[in-house]
């Protein structure tokens, strides 16, 4: 039995990732605000917790405990999927509410810091696989004018798994870490930045042009890219990665 914890699986990229992981027969307990109306195949483990990543501590505390039950249930390897975000709207920093911003540095990289330390702890005696499946994006990597938030969480994500590899490389059952940029894909976010105004977010023709021009994934494909990236016998070797590398 695999078992996989998924953030953020109530629509877009995670709802898709929740299917195929259900459908490929995981084990699955999702994090999300609102539970999903998910396709679920006959016989599938599903659990759903109903929880706003805005207040990640006892979140993070509960997981814990719940790991420590399930190691009784011998599954095969664990991974935890970190793929939670919020976006502000696109606007330079200064046009940017307090409360936009707490909730996307709260969500993107808090949450996952708390919840990942919690995998950690809860996993460090098994002797199964263990994975950490940052969800990053190219914007980590490229700053962007009128997403500051964004970016700033998302290179925060990409150092964050540099830092738990080195930490984990000693061990004798380390889990394998990487913050993954899982390509352009059509999701809210997306109709969010093409329909940004252009004034507060100087890149919103470059959004609308990958729309118009077909270049954007669908949920479905992206995540069948993201989870063969998870099941490659590589995986963890760099702990930055993107779909798109060969």
């Known amino acids: 039995m695999h078992l996989t914890i998924l953030t953020g699986a109530s629509r877009g990229l995670g709802a898709a990732m929740a299917e195929q992981l259900l459908k490929s027969g995981h084990r699955l307990l999702t994090l999300s605000r609102r539970t999903a109306d998910l396709w679920v195949v006959q016989g599938s483990d599903l659990d759903q917790w109903a929880v706003d990543l805005v207040d990640a501590s006892p979140v993070a505390a509960r997981l814990e405990a719940w790991l420590q039950h399930e190691f009784t249930r011998g599954p095969t390897s664990v991974t935890l999927i970190n793929n939670a975000a919020a976006l502000s709207p696109p606007a330079a920093l200064q046009g940017?509410?307090?409360?936009?911003?707490?909730?996307?540095?709260?969500?993107?990289?808090?949450?996952?810091?708390?919840?990942?330390?919690?995998?950690?702890?809860?996993?460090?005696?098994?002797?199964?696989?263990?994975?950490?499946?940052?969800?990053?994006?190219?914007?980590?990597?490229?700053?962007?004018?009128?997403?500051?938030?964004?970016?700033?969480?998302?290179?925060?994500?990409?150092?964050?798994?540099?830092?738990?590899?080195?930490?984990?490389?000693?061990?004798?059952?380390p889990a394998r870490v990487v913050s993954l940029a899982p390509g352009v894909i059509d999701t809210d976010m997306q109709v969010q930045l093409r329909?940004?105004?252009?004034?507060a977010f100087p890149e919103q023709a470059r959004f609308a042009a990958l729309k118009s021009g077909g270049m954007l994934d669908s949920p479905e494909d992206a995540a069948t890219k993201v989870l063969a990236y998870l099941a490659r016998p590589d995986f963890g070797s760099n702990p930055i990665g993107d779909v798109r590398d060969a």
């Not at 969800?135 to 490229?142: D, E, M, T, V, W």
């Open 96 to 173: 940017s509410s307090s409360e936009d911003l707490v909730r996307a540095l709260r969500v993107g990289l808090e949450a996952p810091t708390l919840l990942t330390a919690a995998f950690l702890r809860a996993t460090a005696a098994w002797t199964v696989p263990r994975r950490v499946l940052m969800i990053s994006s190219g914007l980590g990597r490229r700053a962007m004018a009128g997403s500051a938030s964004y970016c700033a969480v998302k290179a925060g994500m990409d150092h964050l798994a540099r830092a738990i590899a080195l930490e984990q490389a000693g061990l004798a059952n």
């Open 195 to 199: 329909s940004a105004d252009p004034q």
